[in-house]
């Protein structure tokens, strides 16, 4: 069901923002020494998402 009073989706750009912030969040954790179990998957993930991020922001939709 639809609720009239529901936020509208954010932009792709506000996603793209909001994943930076994320994707920044992470990196900052596991440089600091977070996690050291899972460092190398967490690191492998982070440049992943930041290869998708740049994709992603290079796109017109993307710029909205």
Same mark, same amino acid.
């Given at each position: 069901m #639809? !609720?009239? #009073?529901a /936020? @509208?989706?954010? #932009? &792709? %750009?506000?996603? &793209?923002?909001q994943?930076? %912030?994320?994707r920044l969040?992470?990196?900052?954790?596991?440089? #600091?020494?977070?996690?050291?179990?899972?460092r190398l !998957?967490?690191?492998?993930?982070e440049? /992943?998402?930041?290869?998708l991020?740049?994709?992603?922001?290079?796109? @017109?939709e993307a710029q !909205?």
């Amino acid at each position: 069901m #639809s !609720d009239a #009073s529901a /936020e @509208p989706a954010p #932009s &792709v %750009a506000e996603l &793209v923002r909001q994943l930076q %912030a994320d994707r920044l969040w992470l990196l900052r954790h596991i440089d #600091s020494g977070a996690w050291p179990r899972w460092r190398l !998957d967490l690191a492998a993930l982070e440049r /992943e998402l930041g290869e998708l991020l740049d994709r992603v922001g290079e796109r @017109p939709e993307a710029q !909205d």
